[in-house]
């Protein structure tokens, strides 16, 4: 493993039981601390390989390792951020979010505040009472964003987390994602159909094949983002570039 890696993938296929090939000979290395994109057309596999990197499936042929060692399932140093929100919808906000530390067998005081800590950080402190169905999408993607950072996973997998709310607020979660992760030592996995949003977040994009799905490019946007005002990278030379370079590849799989 490069010795900046946190996970790598070595040569990982997927072949599903109806016989469909999603993945073939996918290799990366993901360096610790930094926001990782897979971008590619639907299809291609992207959420297969999120999964399989959580533990969640397993490769039809291939290797996942993390922080050294081989995977075989999930782990508590990996959380997963649904696209779905997957919310117990009989739970509240707080019981939601302190979940995982629930599973682990924390005493509730002390899981009640090391969730409420992380509700805060998401801006969601006066709904923790609140119950899944009374909430927004937006808010719902925020619990969900909360109780990943509440297992204080090493890692974060994020499945089209923004894909659900509209176009402003899908900006806003980019700037505030981006703004907790300058306060946190995370290394983030991030699926994306938008190049938009892999260009202004990402510090690398592997871009995959259509089906089956292997990295067919890897970029690193060449973009200042620290104390950067959000607009002003937007409308920045290498943003632009950035956006430009990925869609001259994948307008060749359109």
């Not at 801006?123 to 297992?151: C, D, I, K, N, W």
Request: with cysteine.
């Amino acid at each position: 493993m490069p010795a900046d890696a946190i996970v790598e993938v070595k040569q990982v296929g997927k072949v599903y039981e109806s016989g469909v090939e999603a993945l073939t000979g996918v290799d990366l290395a993901l360096p610790q601390g930094k926001l990782s994109t897979l971008l590619g057309p639907s299809g291609c596999g992207k959420t297969t390989l999120l999964k399989i990197i959580a533990g969640l499936i397993s490769p039809s042929s291939g290797e996942v390792w993390v922080k050294g060692k081989k995977i075989d399932g999930p782990g508590a140093e990996r959380a997963f951020v649904f696209q779905d929100f997957a919310l117990l919808p009989w739970a509240n906000v707080l019981r939601n979010v302190a979940f995982g530390l629930e599973l682990r067998g924390l005493a509730k005081e002390e899981r009640d505040e090391i969730a409420r800590k992380h509700i805060a950080e998401v801006g969601l402190s006066t709904f923790e009472a609140s119950y899944p169905h009374q909430l927004s999408g937006g808010m719902r993607q925020r619990v969900g964003l909360a109780r990943a950072l509440t297992v204080d996973a090493d890692i974060i997998l994020m499945d089209e987390p923004f894909s659900s709310v509209d176009e402003q607020t899908r900006r806003k979660f980019q700037e505030e994602l981006l703004d907790l992760l300058r306060h946190k030592s995370k290394t983030v996995i991030f699926v994306t159909h938008s190049i938009e949003e892999a260009a202004y977040l990402s510090d690398q994009i592997f871009l995959l094949s259509p089906r089956p799905g292997t990295i067919s490019r890897v970029i690193q946007p060449r973009i200042d983002r620290v104390g950067g005002n959000p607009d002003e990278i937007r409308r920045d030379k290498n943003y632009l570039d950035t956006v430009d370079e990925i869609w001259q590849i994948l307008k060749r799989y359109v």
